[in-house]
């Protein structure tokens, strides 16, 4: 069965950064779509970004833009999320998401000061 | 941006109930929906996706189905059982960037 395991979540400071790392096992990565989902406590789902399995194409949502960047490295099955100019609504649990199919178990990132 | 519109927000139902919840998208996604399950506390489970050929994730009891093509979708529990009381979301991943539905909480009556 597929896992996905993401770790790197953890509490910084308004204007910091965090990187979010999504190890897979159990599939052959390259093939898919990889996205983060967030979603902030108490509140609903929210897609975050996307990557193409070649890694050359990424989508993201409007209010991160700028400031964060998924990558990943196909020789490592592992995804990536480099979060730069954090803010307080950047709180959320941070789920790794295999195509529509599979979710990590989610990471804590808590923004504030 | 694609809204996606869940309806009901909430609902009671029994045991032993057929609930159905419905999505509709702002704008034509074909059949690019997704549905997820979230228990408290726990990360999202997916129950089916390419909806319109109802296909289920391996493990997903038959109970769970759904339908719909182009802006109309719903999400069907054919008996609900205490397992099954959750946070339902709806999904598009036609166009970017990808847009969730609010969510229908589905409680005990």
């Known amino acids: 069965e597929v896992q996905l395991l993401e770790s790197g979540g953890g509490l910084a400071q308004p204007g910091g950064s965090l990187r979010l790392s999504c190890a897979a096992s159990r599939i052959t990565f390259s093939n898919y779509v990889m996205s983060w989902v967030r979603q902030a406590p108490g509140k609903g789902l929210e897609w975050v970004a996307s990557?193409?399995?070649?890694?050359?194409?990424?989508s993201y949502v409007d209010s991160v833009k700028g400031r964060f960047t998924i990558s990943r490295d196909n020789s490592k099955n592992t995804l990536y999320l480099q979060m730069n100019s954090l803010r307080a609504e950047d709180t959320a649990v941070y789920y790794c998401?295999?195509?529509?199919?599979?979710w990590g178990q989610g990471t804590l990132v808590t923004v504030s000061s | 941006d694609i809204r996606m519109t869940q309806s009901p927000s909430s609902l009671s139902a029994s045991v032993g109930d057929r609930i159905t919840i419905t999505c509709r998208a702002s704008?034509?996604?074909?059949?690019?929906l997704a549905w997820f399950q979230q228990k408290p506390g726990k990360a999202p489970t997916s129950l089916i996706y390419?909806?319109?050929?109802?296909s289920s994730q391996s493990g997903v009891p038959s109970k769970f189905s759904g339908s719909g093509s182009g802006t109309d979708f719903t999400l069907t529990i054919s008996s609900l059982q205490p397992e099954d009381f959750a946070t339902y979301y709806c999904?598009?991943?036609?166009?970017?960037?990808?847009?969730f539905g609010q969510g229908t909480k589905v409680e005990i009556k």
């Open positions: 390419a909806i319109s050929s109802s």
């Open positions: 704008q034509d996604i074909r059949n690019n």
């Open positions: 998401v295999l195509v529509v199919i599979r």
């Open positions: 999904q598009q991943y036609s166009i970017y960037p990808w847009t």
């Open positions: 990557i193409s399995g070649s890694g050359n194409s990424t």
